[in-house]
């Protein structure tokens, strides 16, 4: 793992799950700042509750957005180290709302490119998805297209940016364990199809894995070994006592995902 000691990290989207993974990972590193940056005020607050600065003295909170490049020239001034995590990930509201993912997902990724070549970033890593790799919908082909710019802009500068391409990250606000345990009260399980299947990673491993990613000397992609399951399986075992509803796949809804040549459907938990 790197040496994080005197360093000064942003993480933009970090009030999120994989922020608050993060920050704790970074907690004991030495690390002299880190920067965690959203548009989401109430998240922030309830970080600040969950992260009280006598224990984590380090964190420093920013609100604003992606798709506003001065403000990210301003807040990444003095940073080592940027972790991009901030997007628009639920399926749904993506296809829904196309140009709003594609102002987030890709144009606020070129935005955060520059910022971080304007402050000379030393390190970028951008995260994305396993939906990326041969993606139906709106949300996977924004990250894919959001990858392609991260890994060009290596072209004309020095070699700073990679992605690491995630799964589910276990417990992610809206992932789909979240859901289930939602579902559970009214108790009917919604499955979309009895053999979907899905990558997964706790959250530990993930933000794990990313600090490393920020060590390599690799400018592309970098995929975590993670297991996989099915959705319908996830499903009876967290609420063994339900009805499962087959709701059929969702406009952009993949059956299987894939990572590295590898399908979900492949290396199946027992």
Same mark, same amino acid.
């Given at each position: 793992?790197?040496?994080?000691?005197? *360093?000064?990290? #942003?993480?933009?989207?970090?009030?999120?799950?994989?922020?608050?993974?993060?920050?704790?990972?970074?907690?004991?590193?030495?690390?002299?700042?880190?920067?965690?940056?959203?548009?989401?005020?109430? /998240?922030?607050?309830? @970080?600040?509750?969950?992260?009280?600065?006598? /224990?984590?003295?380090?964190?420093?909170?920013?609100?604003?957005?992606? !798709?506003?490049?001065?403000?990210? /020239?301003?807040?990444?001034?003095?940073? &080592?180290?940027?972790?991009?995590? #901030?997007?628009?990930?639920?399926?749904? @509201?993506?296809?829904?709302?196309?140009?709003? =993912?594609?102002?987030? $997902?890709?144009?606020?990724?070129?935005?955060?490119?520059?910022? =971080?070549?304007?402050?000379? +970033?030393? !390190?970028?890593?951008?995260?994305?998805? &396993? *939906?990326?790799? $041969?993606?139906?919908?709106?949300?996977?082909?924004?990250?894919?297209?959001?990858?392609?710019?991260?890994?060009?802009?290596?072209?004309?500068?020095?070699?700073?940016? *990679?992605?690491?391409?995630?799964? $589910?990250? +276990?417990?992610?606000?809206?992932?789909?364990?979240?859901?289930?345990? /939602?579902?559970?009260?009214?108790?009917?399980?919604?499955?979309?199809?009895?053999?979907?299947?899905?990558? =997964?990673? #706790?959250?530990?491993?993930?933000?794990?894995?990313? @600090?490393? #990613? +920020?060590?390599?000397? %690799?400018? %592309?992609?970098?995929?975590?070994?993670?297991?996989?399951?099915?959705? +319908? &399986?996830?499903?009876?075992?967290?609420?063994?006592? =339900?009805?499962?509803?087959?709701?059929?796949?969702?406009?952009? &809804?993949?059956?299987?995902?894939?990572?590295?040549?590898?399908?979900?459907?492949?290396?199946?938990?027992?």
């Amino acid at each position: 793992m790197s040496d994080f000691r005197g *360093k000064n990290i #942003a993480i933009l989207g970090g009030s999120g799950t994989l922020g608050r993974a993060l920050v704790r990972e970074l907690a004991n590193t030495g690390v002299r700042r880190v920067l965690v940056f959203s548009r989401d005020e109430i /998240k922030q607050l309830e @970080m600040m509750e969950a992260f009280p600065s006598e /224990k984590f003295p380090m964190l420093d909170y920013k609100l604003g957005d992606v !798709r506003d490049l001065p403000r990210l /020239k301003e807040v990444l001034e003095g940073m &080592d180290y940027v972790i991009h995590a #901030a997007a628009i990930k639920h399926v749904v @509201m993506a296809e829904k709302n196309p140009g709003e =993912c594609h102002k987030t $997902n890709v144009i606020g990724t070129q935005n955060v490119i520059e910022a =971080c070549l304007a402050n000379n +970033i030393a !390190r970028a890593i951008l995260i994305s998805t &396993d *939906k990326a790799v $041969n993606p139906v919908g709106v949300y996977g082909r924004s990250k894919q297209e959001a990858e392609k710019d991260w890994l060009a802009a290596n072209e004309t500068t020095s070699e700073r940016f *990679k992605v690491v391409r995630l799964g $589910n990250i +276990i417990g992610a606000r809206g992932s789909v364990f979240e859901v289930f345990e /939602k579902q559970r009260e009214s108790g009917v399980i919604k499955v979309t199809h009895p053999d979907a299947t899905r990558f =997964c990673i #706790a959250q530990e491993e993930a933000a794990h894995f990313i @600090m490393n #990613a +920020i060590s390599s000397e %690799t400018f %592309t992609t970098l995929t975590p070994d993670m297991s996989a399951f099915r959705v +319908i &399986d996830l499903a009876r075992k967290i609420a063994p006592e =339900c009805e499962i509803e087959i709701v059929g796949l969702r406009p952009g &809804d993949k059956l299987h995902e894939e990572v590295g040549g590898v399908s979900s459907s492949s290396i199946l938990i027992s």
